[in-house]
């Protein structure tokens, strides 16, 4: 399952790019039971995201959800996928125009900051 922005929407960045933001999570692994971070599988965790990327950087940021559980439907770049396979870097992970930014558990505030990193390091 997915979700992002609608197709269609530009922005008038200087790039004129969407931001890509993917949230990865791995549902064939084991979740904490000590409540380690969010819970991307759950809708609500999901919709405050987008709510709050949304609030925070309007139509500039797509944001998608995956599940490497389902790899047909993963859109992630695949080295990156073998990594967390692998058991090199731990899901979840924050992948922001196909390169990987946090790997483990993050909070909706973390995947801000990040964002907001990237979108100046383009000059935006």
């Not at 549902?27 to 949304?54: F, H, M, P, T, Y």
């Not at 990156?80 to 870097?89: G, P």
């Not at 973390?110 to 990237?118: N, R």
Request: negative net charge.
């Amino acid at each position: 399952e997915r979700t992002e922005a609608e197709p269609g929407y530009r922005t008038h960045s200087m790039s004129g790019e969407l931001l890509s933001v993917s949230i990865v999570e791995d549902g064939s692994a084991g979740k904490c039971d000590a409540r380690c971070g969010v819970d991307w599988s759950l809708d609500e965790n999901r919709q405050a995201a987008q709510k709050e990327i949304r609030a925070r950087f309007g139509q500039r940021v797509g944001l998608s959800f995956y599940d490497m559980a389902a790899p047909t439907e993963c859109r992630v770049p695949a080295d990156i996928v073998d990594r967390v396979l692998s058991k090199s870097i731990a899901a979840p992970l924050l992948v922001i125009d196909g390169e990987l930014r946090i790997a483990g558990y993050f909070d909706i505030r973390m995947m801000c900051d990040t964002i907001q990193a990237a979108l100046e390091m383009r000059g935006e």
